[in-house]
C-alpha cells in the first residue's frame, strides 16, 4: 500500500498481471493520484514468493539441452539467446543450480567423449592428424565460449560461490584433458606430430607455425605442456645438438662453427617467440648452449683462437666471446687460452735472437691489436685486460736485459734528428705506448744505462731532433720510475745548459785576449756522475787545439777552482773547410777524422801507419776513421789498393776531384755505431750496479733489524729491489758482506745473521 503523506486522499492500485513465454508470471503497480500532488511510494515484496509453472523446470532444461547440442553440432539454435538466459536465470533463483550444473557437465561430457572416435584411424598422416586435433580443440573453445555465455548466470552464482566447482570454461578444459588428450595413444600422435614439425623446420624446410603454436596452446591451456611436450622435446633437442655438434666441429672450421652456432640460437630464440611456451626459454637455450659450446670449448679455442687473433678477425672473436659469456665456465677457460696466446705470441717475438732488430715495434704493434680485441671485442672485460698485462709482463722478461737495451735503443731511434717518420703529436704518441711496455720490464736499470749513453750522444753531437720530445720522455720516466731514476739524466740536460753560459763568457774572454785564435772553440763541460764513463785515449792534436786547450782550462779553473778537466776526444767533432777543384767545401767531420785529414795539408800521400804515428790514434778507431773518409759515401781521400776495408800497408792522398752538390757535408763516423764490446761493457756497468744496490740493502736491513734469519732476508732483499736477481746471487753478496765484517752468522744457528756495528 502506499499513502499520501497528508493522509486525506487515498492512493489506488490494481494489479496487473501479463504472462511471459517462459511461464513464469510478472506483476506490474501503477499508482494513480490527482496531478501535482506531493507523494511517499513504497513498495514491498510479495508475501508469498511466486510459484513456478508445473514441470517448468523439466521444460526449461529440454530447451538448454537443445541449445547446448545445436552449439556442439554447429546448427542454428531455435530460441533466443536473451531468453535462454533468462531461463537459467529463472532456474538458478528456484535453487536448481546443483541439478542444472551437473545435467550442462554430462552434456558436454557426452559430447567430448564421442569425439576421441575421429583420432583412431590409422590412415591419417601425423600433419593431418594434427590439423584435425587442431580443429578439434578449436570447436571445442568455440563451444565452450557459446554454453558458458548462455550459462553465465549459473557460473557467475552458484560456481562462483562453492570454490571447489570448477567454472564452465575449466569443466571444458577438464573434460578435453581427460577425454582427448590424456588418451595415451592421442598424446603420442599429437606430441610425435609436433615433434616431427620441429624437425622438418630444424632442418630447413617451411611448416605451418600458427597450427603449432595453438597446439602447443592448447597443452599449455590443459596444464600437460610440461609433461606430455616439454620433457620429450628437450630430450629430442640434446640428442640433436650433441650429435651436430660432434659433426661440424670435425667437418668445419671454428669460425664458420662459431656463426653456425649463432644461427642456431636465433632461430630456438625465435621459435619460443612464434610458437613455444615462453616456460621452454631457459632450459631450450641452455641446452643448445651446452651441446654446442659448452662441450667443445677447449676444442674450439684450441683449433681456432690463434687463428682469429693471428688474422684479426674482429667479428669472429666478438661473436666468441658474447657465445662463451652465455656458457657456465666459458669466459675463465677463454682468459686462460688468451693468456697462453699472448704469452707464447710474446715469446716469440722476444726469445728469438734473429727479431731483435724489430723486437720493439713488433711489441708495440702485438700491444695495440691485443688492446684492440680487449676493447671492441671482448667488451673492455677488466679480467681480460688484466690477464694481457699479466702475461706482457711474464714473457717481455723471459729474456733477462734484451728487451730493455732494445726499447733504449728504439728511443733513441726516434728523438734522434733525421727521424723524418713523425710529427710531434705522433712522436708524442709513440713515446706514450713505449712506455706501456717499459712497464712490464723487471730490469729498469738496464734501460737507464742504455738511455743514459744514446743521450749522451743525442746531446753532444746535437742529434736531438727535439729538446720538447727529450724532456717529455724525460718526464715520463719520472713519472713512472721517480725521482732517483731520471736524477742523472736531468743532470745532463743540465750540463749543456750550463755549458752554454760558460761559452758566452768564454767567448768574451777569448775577445779581450791579445792573440785571438783562428779557430773556434766550443766546449761542453760534464759532470762524471752524470754521464756514461768514457775511456781516455791520448792522441796527437795539431799546436793551435792545444794551445786553444790551455787559453779554455786556465779560463774555466780561474772560475772554478778546486776541479779537474780531463778531455775526451772520441766525442768531439769540427767543421773543416776544405777546397777541391770544384771549389770550396765544409766537410762536418769527428776530431779522429779532422786529425787524419790535417795531415794532408803538410803532404800528399801517407801510409796509414805514418797516420798512427802522427796522430796517436788507436788502431781500431783509426781504421774505422780512415773506412768513413776512403771508403764512404763521401770519399775526400783515396786509398790505394781499392776496397772496402783498410788493411795494413794501405796509402792514402787527398781526392782533389771530389764532387758534391752540397756545400755543407756531414761524413758520418762508423765508429759511432755501437759494438759488440760497447755494449758488453754496459751491461757489465748495470750489474757492478746491481752488485752495490744489493750490498747497500743488505746492510740497510740488517741495520734495521739486527737479527734476521736468511730466508727473511731474502724476502725483504725482493721486496726492496727493482731488478731481477736470483738467490744464487743474494747468496754470494750476503758472503762478501760476511768476509768483509759488515755482518756474522750465528755461531749455533747458521741460517742466522747479525748485524755487526
Given at each position: 500500500?502506499?499513502?499520501?503523506?497528508?493522509?486525506?486522499?487515498?492512493?489506488?492500485f490494481?494489479?496487473?498481471?501479463?504472462?511471459?513465454?517462459?511461464?513464469?508470471?510478472?506483476?506490474s503497480?501503477?499508482?494513480?493520484?490527482?496531478?501535482?500532488?506531493?507523494?511517499?511510494?513504497?513498495?514491498?515484496?510479495?508475501?508469498?514468493?511466486?510459484?513456478?509453472?508445473?514441470?517448468?523446470?523439466?521444460d526449461?532444461?529440454?530447451?538448454?539441452?537443445?541449445?547446448?547440442?545445436?552449439?556442439?553440432?554447429?546448427?542454428?539454435?531455435?530460441?533466443?539467446?536473451?531468453?535462454?538466459?533468462?531461463?537459467?536465470?529463472?532456474?538458478?533463483?528456484?535453487?536448481?543450480?546443483?541439478?542444472?550444473?551437473k545435467?550442462?557437465?554430462q552434456?558436454c561430457?557426452?559430447?567430448?567423449?564421442?569425439?576421441?572416435?575421429?583420432?583412431?584411424?590409422?590412415?591419417?598422416?601425423?600433419?593431418?592428424?594434427?590439423?584435425?586435433?587442431?580443429?578439434?580443440?578449436?570447436?571445442?573453445?568455440?563451444?565452450?565460449?557459446?554454453?558458458?555465455?548462455?550459462?553465465?548466470f549459473?557460473?557467475?552464482?552458484?560456481?562462483?560461490?562453492?570454490?571447489?566447482?570448477?567454472?564452465?570454461?575449466?569443466?571444458?578444459?577438464?573434460?578435453?584433458?581427460?577425454?582427448?588428450?590424456?588418451?595415451?595413444?592421442?598424446?603420442?600422435?599429437?606430441?610425435?606430430?609436433?615433434?616431427?614439425?620441429?624437425?622438418?623446420?630444424?632442418?630447413?624446410?617451411?611448416?605451418?607455425?600458427?597450427?603449432?603454436?595453438?597446439?602447443?596452446?592448447?597443452?599449455?591451456?590443459?596444464q600437460?605442456?610440461?609433461?606430455?611436450?616439454?620433457?620429450?622435446?628437450?630430450?629430442?633437442?640434446?640428442?640433436?645438438?650433441?650429435?651436430?655438434?660432434?659433426?661440424?666441429?670435425?667437418?668445419?672450421?671454428?669460425?664458420?662453427?662459431?656463426?653456425?652456432?649463432?644461427?642456431?640460437?636465433?632461430?630456438e630464440?625465435?621459435?619460443?617467440?612464434?610458437?613455444?611456451?615462453?616456460?621452454?626459454?631457459?632450459?631450450?637455450?641452455?641446452?643448445?648452449?651446452?651441446?654446442?659450446?659448452?662441450?667443445?670449448?677447449?676444442?674450439?679455442?684450441?683449433?681456432?683462437?690463434?687463428?682469429?687473433?693471428?688474422?684479426?678477425?674482429?667479428?669472429?672473436?666478438?661473436?666468441?666471446?658474447?657465445?662463451?659469456?652465455?656458457?657456465?665456465?666459458?669466459?675463465?677457460?677463454?682468459?686462460q687460452?688468451?693468456?697462453?696466446?699472448?704469452?707464447s705470441f710474446?715469446?716469440?717475438?722476444?726469445?728469438?735472437?734473429?727479431?731483435?732488430?724489430?723486437?720493439?715495434?713488433?711489441?708495440?704493434?702485438?700491444?695495440?691489436?691485443?688492446?684492440?680485441?680487449?676493447?671492441?671485442?671482448?667488451?673492455?672485460?677488466?679480467?681480460?685486460?688484466?690477464?694481457?698485462?699479466?702475461?706482457?709482463?711474464?714473457?717481455?722478461?723471459?729474456?733477462?736485459?734484451?728487451?730493455?737495451?732494445?726499447?733504449?735503443?728504439?728511443?733513441?731511434?726516434?728523438?734522434?734528428?733525421?727521424?723524418?717518420?713523425?710529427?710531434?703529436?705522433?712522436?708524442?704518441?709513440?713515446?706514450?705506448?713505449?712506455?706501456?711496455?717499459?712497464?712490464?720490464?723487471h730490469?729498469?736499470?738496464?734501460?737507464?744505462?742504455?738511455?743514459?749513453?744514446?743521450?749522451?750522444?743525442?746531446?753532444?753531437?746535437?742529434?736531438?731532433?727535439?729538446?720538447?720530445?727529450?724532456?717529455?720522455?724525460?718526464?715520463?720516466?719520472?713519472?713512472?720510475?721517480?725521482?732517483?731514476?731520471?736524477?742523472?739524466?736531468?743532470?745532463?740536460?743540465k750540463?749543456?745548459?750550463?755549458?752554454?753560459?760558460?761559452?758566452?763568457?768564454?767567448?768574451?774572454?777569448?775577445?779581450?785576449?791579445?792573440?785571438p785564435?783562428?779557430?773556434?772553440?766550443?766546449?761542453?763541460?760534464?759532470?762524471?756522475?752524470?754521464?756514461?764513463?768514457?775511456?781516455?785515449?791520448?792522441?796527437?792534436?795539431?799546436?793551435?787545439?792545444?794551445?786553444?786547450?790551455?787559453?779554455?782550462?786556465?779560463?774555466?779553473?780561474?772560475?772554478?777552482?778546486?776541479?779537474?778537466?780531463?778531455?775526451?776526444?772520441?766525442?768531439?767533432?769540427?767543421?773543416?773547410?776544405?777546397?777541391?777543384?770544384?771549389?770550396?767545401?765544409?766537410?762536418?767531420?769527428?776530431?779522429?777524422?779532422?786529425?787524419?785529414?790535417?795531415?794532408?795539408?803538410?803532404g800528399?800521400?801517407?801510409?796509414?801507419?805514418?797516420?798512427?804515428?802522427?796522430?796517436?790514434?788507436?788502431?781500431?778507431?783509426?781504421?774505422?776513421?780512415?773506412?768513413?773518409?776512403?771508403?764512404?759515401?763521401?770519399?775526400?781521400?783515396?786509398?790505394?789498393?781499392?776496397?772496402?776495408?783498410?788493411?795494413?800497408?794501405?796509402?792514402?792522398?787527398?781526392?782533389?776531384?771530389?764532387?758534391?752538390?752540397?756545400?755543407?757535408?756531414?761524413?758520418?763516423?762508423?765508429?759511432?755505431?755501437?759494438?759488440?764490446?760497447?755494449?758488453?761493457?754496459?751491461?757489465?756497468?748495470?750489474?757492478?750496479?746491481?752488485?752495490?744496490?744489493?750490498?747497500?740493502?743488505?746492510?740497510?736491513?740488517?741495520?734495521?733489524?739486527k737479527?734476521?734469519?736468511?730466508?727473511l732476508?731474502?724476502?725483504?732483499?725482493?721486496?726492496?729491489?727493482?731488478?731481477?736477481?736470483?738467490?744464487?746471487?743474494?747468496?754470494?753478496?750476503?758472503?762478501?758482506?760476511?768476509?768483509?765484517?759488515?755482518?756474522?752468522?750465528?755461531?749455533?744457528?747458521?741460517?742466522?745473521?747479525?748485524?755487526?756495528?
Amino acid at each position: 500500500m502506499a499513502e499520501d503523506t497528508r493522509q486525506d486522499k487515498r492512493a489506488s492500485f490494481s494489479a496487473i498481471t501479463e504472462h511471459n513465454p517462459n511461464g513464469m508470471a510478472r506483476t506490474s503497480a501503477v499508482a494513480s493520484s490527482k496531478s501535482g500532488a506531493s507523494k511517499k511510494l513504497v513498495i514491498k515484496n510479495f508475501k508469498d514468493r511466486p510459484k513456478l509453472a508445473e514441470n517448468y523446470t523439466e521444460d526449461t532444461w529440454l530447451k538448454l539441452r537443445d541449445a547446448v547440442g545445436a552449439i556442439q553440432n554447429s546448427t542454428s539454435i531455435k530460441y533466443n539467446l536473451e531468453e535462454l538466459y533468462q531461463a537459467v536465470e529463472n532456474l538458478c533463483s528456484y535453487k536448481v543450480s546443483p541439478t542444472l550444473y551437473k545435467q550442462l557437465r554430462q552434456v558436454c561430457e557426452d559430447h567430448v567423449q564421442a569425439q576421441i572416435f575421429q583420432f583412431r584411424e590409422e590412415s591419417l598422416d601425423n600433419l593431418s592428424f594434427l590439423k584435425r586435433m587442431n580443429r578439434c580443440w578449436q570447436d571445442h573453445c568455440r563451444q565452450t565460449i557459446m554454453i558458458r555465455s548462455i550459462f553465465l548466470f549459473l557460473d557467475r552464482t552458484y560456481v562462483l560461490q562453492n570454490s571447489l566447482l570448477p567454472s564452465i570454461w575449466d569443466t571444458g578444459l577438464e573434460l578435453f584433458r581427460t577425454h582427448i588428450v590424456s588418451d595415451s595413444g592421442v598424446q603420442k600422435r599429437t606430441v610425435d606430430g609436433i615433434l616431427e614439425q620441429i624437425e622438418l623446420e630444424r632442418n630447413g624446410e617451411t611448416i605451418d607455425r600458427s597450427l603449432l603454436r595453438s597446439l602447443l596452446g592448447m597443452l599449455s591451456d590443459l596444464q600437460v605442456y610440461r609433461d606430455s611436450f616439454e620433457e620429450r622435446f628437450l630430450t629430442e633437442t640434446n640428442r640433436l645438438y650433441a650429435a651436430e655438434g660432434q659433426r661440424l666441429m670435425q667437418e668445419r672450421d671454428v669460425p664458420e662453427y662459431l656463426h653456425h652456432v649463432a644461427r642456431r640460437l636465433e632461430e630456438e630464440n625465435d621459435r619460443i617467440m612464434s610458437y613455444l611456451d615462453q616456460s621452454t626459454q631457459k632450459p631450450l637455450i641452455s641446452c643448445v648452449e651446452k651441446q654446442l659450446l659448452g662441450e667443445h670449448m677447449t676444442a674450439i679455442l684450441q683449433k681456432g683462437l690463434g687463428i682469429l687473433l693471428d688474422e684479426n678477425r674482429v667479428t669472429e672473436l666478438t661473436l666468441l666471446y658474447l657465445l662463451f659469456s652465455k656458457v657456465k665456465g666459458g669466459l675463465p677457460t677463454l682468459l686462460q687460452f688468451w693468456r697462453d696466446y699472448i704469452k707464447s705470441f710474446g715469446g716469440e717475438i722476444v726469445c728469438t735472437p734473429e727479431k731483435d732488430k724489430d723486437m720493439v715495434q713488433d711489441l708495440l704493434d702485438f700491444k695495440d691489436k691485443m688492446d684492440n680485441v680487449a676493447q671492441s671485442c671482448f667488451a673492455r672485460n677488466e679480467g681480460f685486460i688484466n690477464a694481457m698485462k699479466e702475461a706482457f709482463e711474464t714473457f717481455i722478461n723471459k729474456r733477462p736485459n734484451k728487451p730493455a737495451e732494445l726499447i733504449a735503443k728504439y728511443v733513441d731511434s726516434k728523438l734522434r734528428a733525421g727521424n723524418k717518420e713523425a710529427t710531434e703529436e705522433e712522436l708524442e704518441r709513440i713515446l706514450d705506448k713505449i712506455m706501456i711496455i717499459f712497464r712490464f720490464i723487471h730490469g729498469k736499470d738496464v734501460f737507464e744505462a742504455f738511455y743514459k749513453k744514446d743521450l749522451a750522444k743525442r746531446l753532444l753531437v746535437g742529434k736531438s731532433a727535439s729538446v720538447d720530445a727529450e724532456k717529455s720522455m724525460l718526464s715520463k720516466l719520472k713519472h713512472e720510475c721517480g725521482a732517483a731514476f731520471t736524477s742523472k739524466l736531468e743532470g745532463m740536460f743540465k750540463d749543456m745548459e750550463l755549458s752554454k753560459d760558460i761559452m758566452i763568457q768564454f767567448k768574451q774572454y777569448i775577445q779581450n785576449q791579445s792573440e785571438p785564435s783562428n779557430i773556434e772553440l766550443t766546449v761542453n763541460i760534464l759532470t762524471m756522475g752524470y754521464w756514461p764513463s768514457y775511456t781516455p785515449m791520448e792522441v796527437h792534436l795539431p799546436p793551435e787545439m792545444v794551445k786553444l786547450q790551455e787559453v779554455f782550462k786556465l779560463f774555466y779553473l780561474g772560475k772554478h777552482s778546486g776541479r779537474k778537466l780531463q778531455w775526451q776526444p772520441t766525442l768531439g767533432h769540427a767543421v773543416l773547410k776544405a777546397e777541391f777543384k770544384e771549389g770550396k767545401k765544409e766537410l762536418q767531420v769527428s776530431l779522429f777524422q779532422t786529425l787524419v785529414l790535417l795531415m794532408f795539408n803538410e803532404g800528399e800521400e801517407f801510409s796509414m801507419e805514418e797516420i798512427r804515428t802522427a796522430t796517436g790514434i788507436e788502431e781500431g778507431e783509426l781504421r774505422r776513421t780512415l773506412q768513413s773518409l776512403a771508403c764512404g759515401k763521401a770519399r775526400v781521400l783515396n786509398k790505394n789498393p781499392r776496397g772496402k776495408d783498410v788493411e795494413d800497408g794501405d796509402r792514402f792522398n787527398f781526392n782533389n776531384d771530389f764532387k758534391h752538390k752540397l756545400f755543407r757535408i756531414k761524413i758520418n763516423q762508423i765508429q759511432m755505431k755501437e759494438t759488440v764490446e760497447e755494449q758488453v761493457s754496459t751491461t757489465e756497468r748495470v750489474f757492478q750496479d746491481r752488485q752495490y744496490q744489493i750490498d747497500a740493502a743488505v746492510v740497510r736491513i740488517m741495520k734495521m733489524r739486527k737479527t734476521l734469519s736468511h730466508n727473511l732476508l731474502v724476502s725483504e732483499l725482493y721486496n726492496q729491489l727493482k731488478f731481477p736477481v736470483k738467490p744464487g746471487d743474494l747468496k754470494k753478496r750476503i758472503e762478501s758482506l760476511i768476509d768483509r765484517d759488515y755482518m756474522e752468522r750465528d755461531k749455533e744457528t747458521p741460517n742466522q745473521y747479525h748485524y755487526v756495528a
